[in-house]
């Protein structure tokens, strides 16, 4: 069982994409995803959200809100993944991510991207809702979405 965390940050109607092409044996290669990585030992979800937006992008949060819980179930590893945004932050944006590359992306033309097919439900959902939801996403094998389920 695995905890983890998801930013979507919001600037001028774009989210703050980042595109996986840089870690070897990356489950997320070369999908477009939101920043955020593992809650680690001692952190809460928004301790870990804070910190991996730092890291990957050297923006700072001034203040966020968690959006959804998501439930992925691959196989026999399930994660439990905490969805942020945010449109207030500050600092200096560093392109140079060491897990790949971080480009802003009009908000209409994300679901045109490389995305997780799990990812387009909840990115739906994220911009059809303002109150928070839980979701389930279980794949295949072969990373095929076989069920979404809103909790």
Not at 107 to 136: A, C, H, P, T, Y
């Amino acid at each position: 069982m695995t905890f983890t965390t998801l930013c979507y940050l919001i600037k001028d109607n774009k989210y703050l994409m980042l595109h996986r092409t840089k870690k070897n044996a990356d489950i997320n290669a070369g999908k477009y995803i939101g920043v955020g990585g593992h809650v680690e030992e001692g952190e809460s979800p928004a301790d870990c959200i804070k910190r991996e937006v730092f890291e990957e992008t050297g923006l700072t949060l001034n203040s966020y809100k968690c959006r959804c819980h998501i439930t992925f179930v691959m196989g026999d590893i399930t994660e439990y993944a905490f969805v942020y945004t945010s449109d207030d932050f500050s600092g200096e944006l560093n392109y140079e991510c060491d897990e790949g590359e971080l480009a802003w992306v009009d908000i209409d033309r994300v679901m045109e991207l490389n995305l997780w097919e799990g990812d387009r439900v909840f990115l739906e959902l994220l911009s059809q809702r303002e109150e928070f939801f839980s979701l389930k996403l279980v794949y295949d094998k072969n990373d095929n979405l076989l069920e979404s389920v809103i909790e």
